[in-house]
């Protein structure tokens, strides 16, 4: 059952271009994480989101929480190859057989 | 470094033997969860320990066990491996109860053959 999907599954781009990442899923979330991955290492938290509509600043990165708390997107300005990773969603819901669950993962790969 | 520490950092196993994975939590925090992350997928959730007991499973067989202990590391069991059991296991250290900021460590690649 995956219940967080995410797009892009797979993005390559050149250094200094723009991109969105999506998280979607049709269940509510009480808070959304939003977490980097590198090969051979564990995922490292850049951001959480609580409140609908929400927007949070992490220098080039923008994060938003949908106003139902049921989406979410990831907007990268001028790319850099150091944002090369796995980005992965991860939503918290209070209900349910799932509690925390993960995203299918974007891949993202910025070409110097 | 996240101060979180798994060992060990790769293991293989025979179809059907047990394995036991440990986690070294973060100084200060209280709760460890552990995550199964197939390749190329996103980690799923399998469950997590709040002060020496669990807190929540995610949707995984009762032959995966686990254990926290009283300086709050904790041990993830496995019986009866199988095939799809291969995968990287990742435990996360954080403070109190549900997942609020979480620190992960580098991971145990596990494969089963």
């Known amino acids: 059952t995956q219940l967080l999907e995410q797009s892009p599954q797979f993005l390559s781009i050149q250094e200094g271009e723009n991109l969105t990442v999506y998280c979607n899923s049709s269940s509510v979330f009480s808070s959304l994480q939003w977490y980097r991955q590198e090969p051979g290492e564990g995922p490292v938290l850049l951001v959480t989101v609580v409140t609908g509509g929400e927007v949070k600043k992490l220098k080039r990165l923008t994060f938003q929480f949908g106003d139902a708390r049921k989406d979410s997107s990831l907007h990268i300005t001028a790319a850099q190859p150091g944002d090369t990773g796995l980005y992965l969603c991860?939503?918290?819901?209070?209900?349910?057989?799932?509690?925390?669950?993960f995203g299918t993962g974007t891949r993202l790969k910025v070409l110097a | 470094e996240t101060g979180v520490t798994q060992s060990p950092t790769h293991l293989i196993k025979t179809r059907g033997q047990q394995v036991t994975l440990r986690c070294s939590s973060q100084s200060g925090h209280n709760t460890v969860s552990w995550y199964q992350q197939a390749l190329g997928q996103g980690p799923q959730f399998i469950f997590q320990y709040y002060r020496e007991e669990e807190n929540g499973r995610g949707n995984f067989p009762p032959r995966f066990s686990g254990l926290q202990f009283p300086n709050y590391s904790s041990e993830l069991n496995v019986n009866a491996l199988e095939l799809d059991d291969s995968a990287l296991y990742l435990c996360a250290s954080s403070f109190g109860q549900g997942f609020t900021e979480a620190f992960f460590g580098q991971g145990t690649r596990l494969t089963v053959v």
């Open positions: 991860a939503g918290v819901r209070n209900s349910g057989t799932y509690k925390y669950i």
